[in-house]
């Protein structure tokens, strides 16, 4: 991950804008002011698109793809990040905690945080400048922001009210372009600050805390990543894995299962295949496909290939040429 700047100063005009893509990092880039990287984790080839709104002090947008995403994200520096997925119970997660059909989500701005997105998801986003936002709290509602912060990093909604929610926000990126009458920047940012400071007022109880065998899984996943992503060129085999994390081939299996609903070579693969397309797409060009694939730990050109199209859709040869 590298150093995000902060968003664009202030503007007294609406800013919106409609981005397509048919890959994951494309996507990511395509959230102006965000520093993300995409894994694409269920096979197919990628359709996402972004539409995002900006105002003098808050980012809106909305996000849509038809494959699961492992997204590595961080919104700009001091702000406010609120997301609000359209999904099942248990279809998404945010840092290996389950979400619910009524959770929104909440992280800082400038910290790194991890998502598991739904197979084929839409997700709102909201990221508010921090102290704009507290100082709105503050005068309308007498509230403390840092103090509601502390109280989790997901809001559980009444039922129904998330719909609302995101009825709201959708009405207000249709708004913003409107040709014949235009909402102005303010008028358009009030209306979301309202819409926020009602979550707080209408929160339901909390769910449940996150087990400690989920808590212990989604470690055993994270050391996993990390692992492989140390060491590129030499993917470890089951038995090194149990042997590096002190688990039984069975309980492997079921941190893979319960955290990302695959097994653990499925996932390593995955993750090594969408390195080998960063490197395709946006390196320098220069390098042969081979080197690339051995670089992390694909020894057979021809099982490669085949893994590479059925993941992404297309063979290397062609994300090469599209980079």
């Not at 819409?195 to 989920?214: H, I, K, N, T, V």
């Amino acid at each position: 991950m590298t150093a995000i700047a902060p968003p664009p100063s202030a503007q007294a005009h609406p800013l919106r804008r409609v981005t397509r893509s048919r890959d994951a990092d494309e996507q990511a880039h395509n959230l102006s002011q965000w520093d993300q990287r995409y894994d694409q984790l269920t096979p197919g080839s990628f359709e996402g698109a972004v539409t995002e709104l900006w105002l003098p002090r808050t980012q809106v947008f909305v996000e849509t793809a038809n494959r699961q995403l492992r997204q590595t994200c961080a919104a700009w520096p001091r702000s406010v990040w609120f997301g609000i997925p359209a999904a099942r119970d248990g279809m998404m997660s945010l840092g290996g905690k389950p979400l619910s059909s009524r959770a929104v989500c909440i992280r800082d701005g400038g910290a790194e945080f991890d998502l598991l997105t739904a197979p084929d998801f839409n997700l709102f986003g909201v990221v508010v400048d921090r102290l704009a936002f507290a100082d709105y709290l503050d005068r309308r509602n007498h509230q403390d922001l840092d103090r509601l912060l502390l109280q989790g990093d997901v809001l559980h909604l009444p039922p129904g009210r998330k719909e609302t929610l995101i009825a709201t926000l959708a009405d207000i990126l249709a708004d913003a372009d409107t040709p014949a009458a235009p909402a102005s920047a303010d008028a358009l940012q009030l209306r979301i600050f309202g819409a926020l400071a009602g979550m707080f007022e209408e929160r339901d109880s909390a769910p449940a805390a996150l087990s400690r065998s989920r808590l212990l899984h989604q470690q055993a996943v994270d050391k996993v990543r990390q692992y492989v992503l140390d060491h590129p060129e030499q993917p470890p085999t089951i038995p090194e894995l149990c042997a590096h994390l002190h688990l039984s081939r069975r309980a492997l299996q079921n941190c893979f299962e319960d955290v990302t609903g695959m097994p653990p070579l499925a996932y390593m693969r995955s993750l090594r295949l969408n390195a080998v397309r960063r490197a395709l797409r946006y390196g320098d060009g220069l390098r042969p496909i081979s080197r690339i694939a051995y670089d992390w730990g694909f020894t057979h050109m021809s099982q490669f290939a085949r893994d590479y199209k059925r993941l992404f859709g297309e063979l290397p040869s062609d994300s090469l040429r599209q980079g």
